[in-house]
T-cell receptor
Framework: SQTIHQWPATLVQPVGSPLSLECTVE??????LYWYRQAAGRGLQLLFYSVGIGQISSEVPQNLSASRPQDRQFILSSKKLLLSDSGFYLC???????????????FGEGSWLTVV | AQSVTQLDSHVSVSEGTPVLLRCNYS??????LFWYVQHPNKGLQLLLKYTSAATLVKGINGFEAEFKKSETSFHLTKPSAHMSDAAEYFCVARYGNKLVFGAGTILRVKS
């Protein structure tokens, strides 16, 4: 069965420090991968999505970046965090077109980031 | 542009009364549609999904949604609200490789 792991679950980081959130998917190959953010009092916002290794599309310009070094690994990074980066970050995946689960989106448990 | 509009940012109902959370999508074709629920400090949980089969979709916890192409709507309903239904609900559309979220509707259930 397919599973998704996202970590760390919570972290508190000072302004200006770097960030690395990692997401890995098991049990499938060539998934579409996504990073979302939910800021306090707001809905979910798509940050990045990837349809393959090294292929990253950015939806919103910001000081965050994403990388996909392996087929089932998706990393969200920042070189210098801002206070406004605080929020709830969700990794998600969807099976590729050849995957029977292609119509279902799976989410990680999320990462709570507080920038102080 | 592809977008999902949840018409109400907050909905308040009394326990035991019906729930209606509204969602409209925009597209030149019918996307796959989903409803998710997020309880405080929890991850997202799938309630139900529509993938061009039956237009009335039944989900978990007594929720259901009806796809109406003529109205480009996918409203979420439940006959009788329970206190445990209090949460934030997201309508999501998949357009090809992209997932588009509505802004969310916070459901409050009064005793």
């Amino acid at each position: 069965s397919q599973t998704i792991h996202q970590w760390p679950a919570t972290l508190v980081q000072p302004v200006g420090s770097p960030l690395s959130l990692e997401c890995t998917v098991e049990g499938t190959s060539n998934p579409n991968l996504y990073w979302y953010r939910q800021a306090a009092g707001r809905g979910l916002q798509l940050l990045f999505y990837s349809v393959g290794i090294g292929q990253i599309s950015s939806e919103v310009p910001q000081n965050l970046s994403a990388s996909r070094p392996q087929d089932r690994q998706f990393i969200l990074s920042s070189k210098k965090l801002l206070l406004s980066d605080s929020g709830f970050y969700l990794c998600a995946w969807r099976g590729g077109t050849a995957d029977p689960s292609g119509n279902t989106i799976y989410f990680g448990e999320g990462s709570w980031l507080t920038v102080v | 542009a592809q977008s999902v509009t949840q018409l109400d940012s907050h909905v308040s109902v009394s326990e035991g009364t019906p729930v209606l959370l509204r969602c409209n999508y925009s597209s030149s074709y019918s996307p796959s549609l989903f409803w998710y629920v997020q309880h405080p400090n929890k991850g997202l949980q799938l309630l139900l999904k529509y993938t061009s089969a039956a237009t009335l979709v039944k989900g978990i916890n007594g929720f259901e949604a009806e796809f109406k192409k003529s109205e480009t709507s996918f409203h979420l309903t439940k006959p009788s609200a329970h206190m445990s239904d209090a949460a934030e609900y997201f309508c999501v559309a998949r357009y090809g490789n992209k997932l588009v979220f509505g802004a969310g509707t916070i459901l409050r259930v009064k005793s």
